[in-house]
């Protein structure tokens, strides 16, 4: 008997509907992309304790400490102690040690937090490769191999030298975190109807972003964000791994793969009916024998050929593109460092704004799942980068002008609420799920994987360079967001094709026009077939 949840009776496609092992599938699948936001948020809210664990394990002086962050440890019963000689004479060599001492400690600290993007960028390479290589189930429990060994060594971390488990931690979670990037966008386009490919690939950047606000919330100093537990609250990162490897045994595998990967006919049939919920499953089945019998005329897509193939060049270009439109609108610089930016905003209890930015970003994401089927995905792209760049001007204008008028703190503080409710209703969740209604089966394990890379190599980027560009900039460095937002925006709006309901065909077709060429012929008109827009079910 067939289990469904029906949903948007108001659509036009008023008879699709979910299966319960469809909603059931997804769910596990992003249990991934949970751990990804946790692992992304859970490294912020316990800085300066872990900093002074680590001064505490080198034997770096207590004076120096204090110096260097104006920061005092609740308490050091289970560190180790080191007896320091007061010297109350000044000592050019004691101080030169003392610098290099914080010097190490903020070199050791960098490598905590960007072992994990490191990690990520190495491994988005491999999670297609991976998947088509053992499945897409099989890839997943692969990958969470890592995530338990990274959460063991970082919950391990204050029983033994943290710094070299942490950092070792937090680079085999990115490892992790860059093999799901790719695998998950694939997995959960492969088993989803034509007509809620967009709606279900929401939820991969929902999960990240509500995996972010956990984060967030456990590690306050009240729960997990203290002296005693802040090792509990890094290793909590394999929870999602643990339980996502259960529920893998009765997920099941991505008929596209069974069938045009392995040539397994019956067990595709056995899993599209179980999606499906339905044992009439022809029309999809036509479609991947289409696709299939395309393939097999095809040689095999490597990344090279994405942009030497003019078939591939322009859909993944704008891929990227869509990608670093979204890292570099500054929203990672706002997530990294919005505690900052709230206490000069005039904030008094900034900790609390900054979960507040987290929820809004959780809230309008689901909002865009409600959006993204009904308004189209280069539409509400558009809007999202359109508000951001207003609220992005907003932003400066508050810090700016915050020394002549108190009241424009809340100014700022309002533009960044609305910059992230802007990001979620298009910018943030469509660049993961677009990248797979672009290509078919054969290219779309390497496109994936050139997109993933192209997210977090800008990612890192944003990181590392915020600090210097706000020193640069001062108050006004929303301005030069507002700035690369716009100039993301018009190339968006010159160059990127809807993919709302159409079908491969149609989607070249596009790319075809907005490139001033003519039809390609057959081969990419069938290489568009993939995605055709499906009866309702």
Same mark, same amino acid.
């Given at each position: 008997m067939?289990?469904?949840?029906?949903?948007?009776?108001?659509?036009?496609?008023?008879?699709?509907?979910?299966t319960?092992t469809?909603?059931?599938t997804?769910f596990?699948?992003?249990?991934?992309?949970?751990?990804f936001? &946790?692992?992304?948020g859970?490294?912020?809210?316990?800085?300066?304790?872990?900093?002074?664990?680590?001064?505490?394990?080198?034997?770096?002086?207590?004076?120096?400490?204090?110096?260097?962050?104006?920061?005092?440890?609740n308490?050091?019963?289970d560190?180790?102690t080191?007896? &320091?000689p007061?010297?109350p004479?000044?000592?050019?060599?004691?101080?030169?040690?003392?610098?290099?001492?914080a010097?190490?400690i903020?070199m050791?600290?960098?490598?905590?937090?960007?072992?994990?993007a490191?990690?990520?960028?190495?491994?988005?390479?491999?999670?297609?490769?991976?998947?088509?290589k053992l499945g897409?189930?099989?890839?997943?429990?692969?990958?969470?191999?890592?995530?338990?060994?990274?959460?063991?060594?970082?919950?391990?971390?204050?029983?033994?030298?943290?710094?070299i488990?942490?950092?070792?931690g937090?680079?085999?979670?990115?490892?992790?975190?860059?093999l799901?990037?790719?695998?998950v966008?694939?997995?959960?386009?492969?088993?989803?109807?034509?007509?809620?490919?967009?709606?279900?690939?929401t939820?991969?950047?929902?999960?990240?972003?509500?995996?972010?606000?956990?984060?967030?919330?456990?590690?306050?100093?009240?729960?997990?964000?203290?002296?005693?537990?802040?090792?509990?609250?890094?290793g909590?990162?394999?929870?999602?791994?643990v339980?996502q490897?259960?529920?893998?045994?009765?997920?099941p595998?991505?008929?596209?793969?069974?069938?045009?990967?392995?040539?397994?006919?019956?067990?595709?049939?056995?899993?599209?009916?179980?999606l499906?919920?339905s044992?009439?499953?022809?029309?999809?089945?036509t479609?991947?024998?289409?696709?299939?019998e395309?393939?097999?005329?095809?040689?095999?897509?490597?990344?090279?050929?994405?942009?030497?193939?003019?078939d591939?060049?322009?859909?993944?270009?704008?891929?990227?593109?869509l990608?670093?439109?979204?890292q570099?609108?500054?929203?990672?610089?706002?997530?990294?460092?919005?505690?900052s930016?709230?206490?000069?905003?005039?904030?008094?209890?900034?900790? &609390?704004a900054?979960?507040?930015v987290?929820?809004?970003?959780t809230?309008?994401?689901?909002f865009?799942?409600?959006?993204?089927?009904?308004a189209?995905?280069?539409?509400?792209?558009?809007?999202?980068?359109?508000?951001?760049?207003?609220?992005a001007?907003f932003?400066?204008?508050?810090?700016?002008?915050?020394?002549?008028?108190?009241?424009?703190? &809340?100014?700022?503080?309002?533009?960044?609420?609305l910059?992230v409710?802007?990001?979620?209703?298009?910018?943030?969740?469509i660049?993961?799920?677009?990248?797979?209604e672009?290509?078919?089966?054969?290219?779309?394990?390497?496109?994936?994987?050139?997109?993933a890379?192209?997210?977090w190599?800008?990612n890192?980027?944003?990181?590392?360079?915020?600090?210097?560009?706000?020193d640069?900039?001062?108050?006004?460095v929303?301005?030069?967001?507002?700035?690369?937002?716009?100039l993301?925006?018009?190339?968006?709006?010159?160059?990127?094709?809807?993919t709302k309901g159409?079908?491969?065909?149609?989607?070249?077709?596009?790319?075809?026009?907005k490139?001033?060429?003519?039809?390609?012929?057959p081969?990419?008109?069938?290489?568009?077939?993939f995605?055709?827009?499906?009866?309702?079910?």
């Amino acid at each position: 008997m067939r289990t469904a949840v029906s949903i948007g009776r108001a659509h036009p496609l008023l008879k699709r509907e979910i299966t319960g092992t469809l909603a059931f599938t997804v769910f596990t699948a992003v249990l991934s992309s949970f751990k990804f936001g &946790y692992d992304i948020g859970v490294i912020n809210a316990p800085q300066e304790i872990i900093e002074s664990h680590y001064r505490c394990v080198l034997g770096v002086p207590l004076d120096d400490r204090k110096a260097t962050h104006n920061y005092t440890v609740n308490s050091t019963e289970d560190l180790p102690t080191v007896p &320091y000689p007061m010297n109350p004479i000044p000592n050019p060599w004691v101080e030169e040690e003392s610098m290099a001492s914080a010097g190490l400690i903020t070199m050791l600290w960098s490598l905590s937090v960007s072992s994990f993007a490191i990690g990520g960028m190495i491994a988005s390479f491999f999670g297609g490769m991976l998947g088509d290589k053992l499945g897409r189930i099989k890839a997943l429990w692969v990958a969470n191999c890592l995530a338990l060994l990274g959460g063991l060594l970082m919950g391990l971390s204050k029983l033994g030298p943290s710094h070299i488990l942490i950092i070792s931690g937090r680079g085999i979670s990115g490892l992790y975190c860059g093999l799901i990037s790719g695998l998950v966008p694939m997995y959960v386009s492969e088993i989803a109807p034509t007509s809620l490919r967009g709606t279900l690939g929401t939820f991969h950047q929902l999960a990240i972003v509500t995996g972010i606000l956990i984060s967030q919330i456990l590690g306050l100093s009240s729960l997990l964000g203290n002296q005693d537990l802040w090792h509990f609250l890094l290793g909590l990162s394999a929870v999602p791994a643990v339980l996502q490897s259960l529920l893998l045994f009765f997920c099941p595998e991505s008929p596209r793969y069974l069938y045009i990967k392995v040539d397994e006919e019956v067990k595709a049939k056995d899993s599209l009916k179980r999606l499906r919920g339905s044992d009439d499953i022809t029309k999809d089945i036509t479609e991947m024998r289409r696709e299939k019998e395309e393939a097999s005329r095809e040689q095999e897509v490597s990344i090279i050929k994405l942009f030497t193939n003019s078939d591939y060049r322009k859909p993944i270009l704008v891929a990227l593109m869509l990608h670093m439109g979204q890292q570099f609108s500054g929203i990672n610089g706002i997530f990294y460092y919005s505690t900052s930016i709230f206490q000069t905003a005039g904030i008094s209890q900034p900790v &609390y704004a900054t979960i507040g930015v987290g929820t809004v970003n959780t809230v309008f994401t689901v909002f865009s799942i409600f959006l993204v089927e009904k308004a189209g995905r280069r539409s509400l792209f558009l809007i999202g980068m359109s508000g951001m760049f207003f609220c992005a001007i907003f932003m400066s204008l508050g810090l700016v002008l915050l020394d002549k008028f108190a009241w424009m703190s &809340y100014v700022s503080m309002a533009a960044i609420f609305l910059f992230v409710s802007f990001l979620e209703i298009g910018p943030g969740p469509i660049p993961w799920f677009m990248v797979a209604e672009f290509f078919s089966q054969g290219p779309r394990p390497a496109a994936l994987a050139i997109a993933a890379f192209s997210n977090w190599t800008s990612n890192f980027i944003v990181a590392q360079c915020f600090p210097y560009i706000v020193d640069f900039f001062g108050p006004y460095v929303f301005f030069f967001f507002a700035g690369v937002v716009l100039l993301f925006t018009l190339f968006t709006f010159f160059k990127v094709p809807e993919t709302k309901g159409k079908s491969f065909e149609e989607i070249a077709a596009e790319f075809r026009k907005k490139n001033g060429g003519s039809s390609q012929g057959p081969k990419a008109e069938v290489e568009m077939e993939f995605l055709r827009v499906t009866e309702t079910m």
